[in-house]
């Protein structure tokens, strides 16, 4: 593995946080792989909604997320990066911390998700081809102690 593609693929990785904090929807689609369709699908998963498929329904999904957005927050763990020739995947925890309307402090914790990426290499750089994103259920540790 060239360790200078994970370099690569972790500023890639990086920068789609970045653009989603600062809800940059120019940064966000930069991103993303393929300019039409045609050329390859690109697919997302938000935690909690169904499959998107498709460049434009990928991007009108971003739209309406930081549209919606006032303040985001990703505090990542356990990043890793591998890289396959052309492909790659990065997988990580995301602690979010979001705004609240309406609460003290205006702040409130939006949970933790794990998520996948998988990007490929193109003339432009690494691109997304896959973002998934799963929530992650809290548990309660009273629920261990019974079994």
């Given at each position: 593995m060239n360790r200078a593609d994970v370099v690569e693929v972790e500023a890639a990785n990086a920068e789609y946080y970045a653009a989603f904090e600062a809800g940059d929807l120019d940064r966000m689609s930069a991103l993303w792989a393929f300019d039409s369709d045609a050329e390859g699908q690109v697919s997302c998963v938000h935690p909690g909604w169904p499959m998107l498929r498709g460049r434009a329904e990928v991007l009108r999904s971003w739209a309406l997320i930081m549209a919606n957005t006032t303040y985001i927050q990703f505090v990542l763990t356990d990043v890793q990066a591998t890289v396959h020739g052309d492909v790659a995947m990065v997988t990580c925890g995301e602690?979010?911390?979001?705004?609240?309307?309406?609460?003290?402090?205006?702040?409130?914790?939006?949970?933790?998700?794990?998520?996948?990426?998988?990007?490929?290499?193109?003339?432009?750089?690494?691109?997304?081809?896959?973002?998934?994103?799963?929530?992650?259920?809290e548990r309660d540790d009273d629920e261990d102690d019974e079994g």
């Open positions: 602690n979010v911390l979001t705004a609240a309307e309406g609460s003290e402090s205006d702040f409130a914790a939006g949970g933790s998700i794990v998520a996948s990426k998988v990007f490929v290499r193109t003339e432009a750089g690494w691109r997304l081809w896959l973002h998934h994103g799963s929530p992650v259920m």
